[in-house]
């Protein structure tokens, strides 16, 4: 079978696909045809080597697909079932803690970038009743950490004001969820295109900061502050969600895309009395509260692109462009 692995020579980190034997499932283990996978900013991150991880390690936390065979003592699934990887396979409940987000797949184990992967039954959910498998394998990384940061830790609810900031799949997933709620959104982008389509999405106010740079005053302005903010950019755009924020309102900071770290107006923090959460993806049980949840509202995740399975590489160069609006798939070669 092709199996994906990130080879590292000292500084030099490459993407290739080799030849591997088919594995076969363990006790307790099932045996999962790929269906698709989908790309997030974590899984860029491995294949560049910005998050260093073994030698050989196959990439990718999200993927969807069909159990062909089971191992001795699984009870979950059969043949034929439908089922969706998860990014934290040891958080199955509770608060997170070292333990439970010890594994994370496609980092610090196997991710599920191959044509045929053996996981452990407890750490898959079931996917959405009559989605696809590309529409399945959006959701593990950036739905479910959209899911956390609007529901579990925003707890949005009606009428609320939810800011998002550009339009890759965690912003759009929030920006659905939050509508799902009731709540309305505030959108922004570099692009006037991207804001129309969010706009077709649900969002009622769409902010261009690039023509906009003082867009955390224009959506306090125009909401009369924002109730609870999706923080994806991180220091450079921290100042700007502050200010969009109103008293007493909620930032979950889930991203990093404009570096690491930064200054922070930490007096208007607190004379604004905010709170600031970080989310980093969810559990098993989210995951499953998020599936019933879209079953529920009929949702449908936006995707942008879908590539074939030898096209990985071209796939993360599309998303290197920052084109994109939605999720891009990477279809198996199921049969």
């Known amino acids: 079978m092709k199996s994906y692995v990130v080879q590292t020579e000292g500084n030099d980190v490459r993407l290739m696909i080799v030849e591997r034997d ?6 307790g283990e099932i045996l999962v045809r790929l269906g698709a996978m989908s790309l997030n900013y974590h899984d860029m991150a491995v294949i560049r080597g910005d998050i260093p991880t073994a030698d050989g390690r196959v990439p990718m936390s999200d993927g969807a697909g069909t159990v062909v065979a089971i191992g001795t003592g699984v009870t979950q699934w059969r043949e034929g079932d439908r089922v969706l990887s998860t990014f934290f396979p040891d958080w199955a409940d509770g608060t997170i803690n070292i333990a439970k987000r010890r594994s994370v797949t496609g980092d610090t184990i196997d991710g599920v970038a191959a044509e045929y992967v053996v996981l452990p039954e407890l750490s898959v959910s079931r ?3 009559g989605w696809s498998h590309a529409q399945a394998s959006t959701l593990p990384c950036a739905a479910l950490t959209a899911w956390r940061a609007v529901v579990v830790e925003g707890k949005v609810k009606l009428g609320d004001w939810v800011l998002v900031q550009g339009t890759g799949g965690v912003s759009v ?3 659905q969820f939050a509508r799902a709620a009731g709540a309305r959104v505030v959108a922004t982008s570099s692009s006037d295109k991207k804001l129309k389509a969010m706009r077709d999405l649900g969002a009622e106010i769409c902010i261009n900061y690039r023509t906009t740079p003082k867009w955390g005053a224009e959506a306090a302005k125009m909401t009369g502050g924002v109730d609870q903010i999706v923080e994806v950019g991180g220091p450079e755009t921290l100042k700007e969600s502050i200010k969009a924020a109103r008293l007493g309102g909620h930032i ?13 107006p930490t007096a208007m923090f607190f004379q604004k009395n905010l709170h600031m959460t970080g989310v980093s993806v969810g559990s098993h049980t989210m995951q499953l509260e998020m599936i019933r949840a879209i079953e529920a509202n009929g949702l449908h995740p936006v995707i942008d692109r879908e590539f074939g399975f030898a096209e990985l ?15 891009i798939i990477v279809n198996g070669n199921e049969g």
């Open 22 to 27: 088919r594995p076969k499932p363990g006790p």
């Open 127 to 129: 996917q959405p009743e």
């Open 173 to 175: 997933f929030a920006l």
């Open 252 to 264: 979950t900071m889930i991203g990093v895309l404009t570096g690491i770290k930064g200054e922070v």
């Open 313 to 327: 590489g071209d796939a993360f160069d599309h998303q290197a462009g920052q084109a994109h609006l939605g999720k």
